[in-house]
C-alpha cells in the first residue's frame, strides 16, 4: 500500500509559476510511474503528466505541454510538477498517483493523493 501526500499548492498571479511535490511512503517508489492529474471545480479529472519509473519518460496533456515539467528522486520518493507561466484556467486541486504504465486515465492508477490547490489569480 502506497500513501501519497502533495504539497506545495497556493495563490498565484497569472504568469507565476509554482513547484508542487508529491512524497510516498509505504512502498517501493521505483516501481512506480508516477502521474499527477488535476480537477477543477465542477469538471472532470483530467491527466497533466506522467513520468516512468526511472524518469527517462515522459507524457504530458496539450494543455501544459511546454510549461509543466514533471521530475522525480527515487532517493527521496518525490515525484514533482514544476509549473510555469500559470493561467487562471490551470487553477485546480492537483493530484498525484501512482501506476503501471504511461497512463492518461484515472483508472489506471492504483493509488492517489488527496490533492492539493493551487489558484490562479488574474
Known amino acids: 500500500q502506497v500513501q501519497l501526500v502533495e504539497s506545495g499548492g497556493g495563490l498565484v498571479q497569472a504568469g507565476g509559476s509554482e513547484r508542487l511535490s508529491c512524497a510516498a511512503s509505504?512502498?517501493?517508489?521505483?516501481?512506480?510511474?508516477m502521474g499527477w492529474f488535476r480537477q477543477a471545480p465542477g469538471k472532470e479529472r483530467e491527466f497533466v503528466a506522467v513520468i516512468s519509473w526511472g524518469g527517462g519518460r515522459t507524457r504530458y496533456s496539450d494543455s501544459v505541454k511546454g510549461r509543466f515539467t514533471i521530475s522525480r528522486d527515487n532517493a527521496k520518493a518525490t515525484v514533482y510538477l514544476q509549473t510555469s507561466s500559470l493561467q487562471p484556467e490551470d487553477t485546480a486541486v492537483y493530484y498525484c498517483?501512482?501506476?503501471?504504465?504511461?497512463?492518461?486515465?484515472?483508472?489506471?492508477?492504483?493509488?492517489w493523493g488527496r490533492g492539493t490547490l493551487v489558484t490562479v489569480s488574474s
Open positions: 498517483a501512482a501506476g503501471y504504465t504511461l497512463a492518461t486515465m484515472p483508472k489506471d492508477y492504483y493509488y
Open positions: 509505504g512502498g517501493t517508489f521505483s516501481n512506480y510511474y
